[in-house]
């Protein structure tokens, strides 16, 4: 184990010349300010390893597998500058490459890309609830149904956007769990407590004030987001919970008040995350060796979702066999884990 000072004034101090494999650091912040320290490949700037929020006085040990070549660590503490601290060879083979760096400059124009998708989504998302509302006011329940799967899939395609929805996202798109009385909280409002009602056999008459509810709630948050801004870290973050949630919530079925939709939702979602992946591939590509991989993967798990569709309809997770419900699970497992590094490789990082 190697000890090695984390400072403004000592970045790096106690590492010396090594030969390659698996090198053992024990980092000691010794400042009187928290940081985040970087260790980097000198050659081409790329972050070999990294450690965050380091706190004054704490120790955190970091083991990374390094090849041949020249190596610094890199101090970035708390309202100072990027103290790089003295290079270090390595003698031994090549090793994995690091990651370029990349700055919250570089994620702007993804971020807008995509803040600017969202705004034209919008507007058709209002005219899907306007119908729902619509459908039930008049008493067309059948109708309803149809429409609030039309209405919902639009909604979980803007999975990246929800942490610039705000509260409104609770509202629109919560669920019954822990709320004190479960389906019948008043607090339990939006798609799902429509779903419940259309599914449960309640009349239009107590659905409606839901639907009423919900088209409010979507016409003021087309109106809040013309004027909101996504966090760039959100949309690359968001790459890898759109699947990570509908694994947890969707295949699991706890987000099923009794439309059986899931499947469709899964669908959704897969088509939110291809448009997050589109705008960042620029920055993920020449970063993550397996971006092509994940590409194909979503190809693969839209495939198999749809060889389960059945002249336009989507069966619910209980009707799949064991061999289809196994595939799609795997699919979107094997999918999550692929998508877990996205935002660590593209999390903006203070070079100067």
Known sequence: MTNVVVSTGACGQGWTATGAGRQRFRLRNTDTRPGEVYLVDAATGGVVASVDDLGP?????MTVDLGGGRYR???VMEDAAVVRGAVVAVAGAPGVAGVRPVSMQDLIPATKAYEAYVRKQLPNLVTLVDRLDRDVRTGRLARARHDWL???LAYERLGAAYGAFGDVDDAVNGRAA???DGVRDSRFTGFHRIEYGLWHGQPAAEIRPYTAGLVR??????????SARIDPLDVSIRAHEI????LQFELSGRSDYGSGSALATVRAN?????VVLDLLRPLLAPRYPAARLVDHRISRTMADLEAIRRHGTWPSLAALSRSQREQIDADVSELTELL???ASILEPRRTS
Not at 243 to 246: G, H, I, P, S, V
Request: negative net charge.
């Open 217 to 226: 709630d979507v016409r003021d948050l087309a109106r809040a987001f013309a």
């Open 270 to 274: 897969l088509d939110g995350t291809r």
């Open 150 to 152: 039309a209405a919902h």
């Open 243 to 246: 699947t990570e949630n509908a």
């Open 178 to 180: 822990g709320l004190q």
């Open 57 to 61: 006085g704490t120790v955190t040990p």
């Open 73 to 75: 660590f890199e101090c």
């Open 340 to 342: 877990a590094p996205v």
